[in-house]
Nanobody
Framework: QVQLVESGGGLVRAGGPLSLSCSAS????????MGWYRQAPGRQRELVAR????????NYGDFVKGRFTISSDNAKNTVYLQMNSLEPDDTAVYYC???????????????WGQGTQVTVSS
């Protein structure tokens, strides 16, 4: 059984920083990518940031504009998201996402965390 456990999130004032972390646990053979998506009320879920574990290459949503940084600790199967200069429009539920291959599986599968609320007050 594979789980993604998120921590961080909460309430922050506009312009402030906040960090999130997500750890993958369970019977894992390999992890391809880990990252974060977010969903605000009435809006579609969108990519925030993603990191490819083997290469360390990263992708960010266009709205990030250099404000967020994703990093990983591969030994701990953990990904971090440092968010700076937060804006009220960043208010959303942030979901951890991973594409990984469980042990005894033939192919990779996508997994989601339970989500953590980020609220940015103006």
């Amino acid at each position: 059984q594979v789980q993604l456990v998120e921590s961080g999130g909460g309430l922050v004032r506009a312009g402030g920083p906040l960090s999130l972390s997500c750890s993958a646990s369970g019977s894992i053979y390999s992890i391809t990518t880990m990252g974060w998506y977010r969903q605000a009320p009435g809006r579609q879920r969108e990519l925030v940031a993603r990191i490819t574990i083997s290469s360390g290459s990263t992708n960010y949503g266009d709205f990030v504009k250099g404000r967020f940084t994703i990093s990983s600790d591969n030994a701990k199967n953990t990904v971090y998201l440092q968010m700076n200069s937060l804006e009220p429009d960043d208010t959303a539920v942030y979901y951890c996402h991973a594409v990984l291959t469980p042990r005894n599986a033939d192919w990779a599968t996508a997994y989601w965390g339970q989500g953590t609320q980020v609220t940015v007050s103006s």
